[in-house]
């Protein structure tokens, strides 16, 4: 079944993905990488790169990151949807670590007077986000609430009553962020411990 399930991914998303690459240029040839790697400004780099597909991330320099991590988040979770599980749930778990960094920094720039999305990783953009800037969610209860109809609720077991007890704001939401990331990774442990075999010997490397 696994392999059926490999199959159909590399037919549906790989494949056609690297022919995409391949016919629209996006590989460079060895003479342009070691001119690539010789740019020493934003303007050398936007002229070698005027006449290939790369142009389109080149507006300004700042918004480079930015469209590379919209490009990522959009491969990504158009191979999420052609997945069934367990490797749904893996991927779910990867972009989850991206939600709970970008809560906090949703949160803390509320708290403090500002809210920007731009600067949230695409890999963890969810529609709640949208809610928690236009309400300006960012206190510890409003933010537990929240939590609780978001896809992180499953992190949400084991929290202290007196979350919002003797902390200000920004101290809270760094507890709660803190809190989080220690349930998700707890939790993408037992996930990979149950799925067993080289998946759980690999990633208990990485995952320590």
Same mark, same amino acid.
């Given at each position: 079944?696994?392999?059926?399930?490999?199959? =159909?991914?590399?037919?549906?998303?790989?494949?056609?993905?690297?022919?995409?690459?391949?016919?629209?240029?996006?590989?460079?040839?060895?003479?342009?990488?070691?001119?690539?790697?010789?740019?020493?400004?934003?303007?050398?780099?936007?002229?070698?790169? *005027?006449?290939?597909?790369?142009?389109?991330?080149? *507006?300004?320099?700042?918004?480079?990151?930015? =469209?590379?991590?919209?490009?990522?988040?959009?491969?990504?979770?158009?191979?999420? =949807?052609?997945?069934?599980?367990?490797?749904?749930?893996?991927?779910?778990?990867?972009?989850?670590?991206? @939600?709970?960094?970008?809560?906090?920094?949703?949160?803390?720039?509320?708290?403090?007077?500002?809210?920007?999305?731009?600067?949230?990783?695409?890999?963890?953009?969810?529609?709640?986000?949208?809610?928690?800037?236009?309400?300006?969610?960012?206190?510890?209860?409003?933010?537990?609430?929240?939590?609780?109809?978001?896809?992180?609720?499953?992190? @949400?077991?084991?929290?202290?009553?007196?979350?919002?007890?003797?902390?200000?704001?920004?101290?809270?939401?760094?507890?709660?962020?803190?809190?989080?990331?220690?349930?998700?990774?707890?939790?993408?442990?037992?996930?990979?411990?149950?799925?067993?075999?080289?998946?759980?010997?690999?990633?208990?490397?990485?995952?320590?």
């Amino acid at each position: 079944t696994s392999n059926i399930v490999w199959f =159909k991914v590399c037919q549906t998303f790989f494949i056609p993905k690297l022919i995409s690459y391949i016919s629209g240029s996006y590989l460079l040839s060895k003479s342009q990488f070691r001119q690539l790697l010789e740019c020493s400004s934003f303007a050398a780099l936007s002229s070698l790169l *005027s006449r290939t597909p790369y142009v389109k991330y080149l *507006s300004s320099e700042s918004q480079i990151p930015l =469209k590379c991590k919209e490009d990522l988040a959009n491969d990504f979770f158009t191979l999420r =949807k052609k997945t069934v599980q367990p490797l749904t749930l893996f991927l779910d778990l990867i972009s989850h670590s991206y @939600m709970i960094n970008n809560i906090y920094i949703l949160a803390s720039e509320l708290a403090t007077g500002g809210a920007e999305l731009n600067k949230c990783h695409a890999l963890g953009y969810f529609q709640g986000l949208d809610l928690l800037r236009s309400q300006h969610i960012y206190k510890i209860s409003e933010l537990t609430t929240f939590l609780q109809s978001s896809p992180l609720k499953i992190y @949400m077991g084991n929290f202290p009553a007196q979350l919002s007890e003797g902390y200000s704001d920004i101290n809270a939401i760094k507890f709660l962020r803190a809190l989080l990331l220690k349930n998700h990774l707890e939790y993408f442990s037992q996930f990979i411990s149950r799925i067993g075999g080289n998946t759980a010997r690999n990633l208990s490397l990485i995952h320590i």
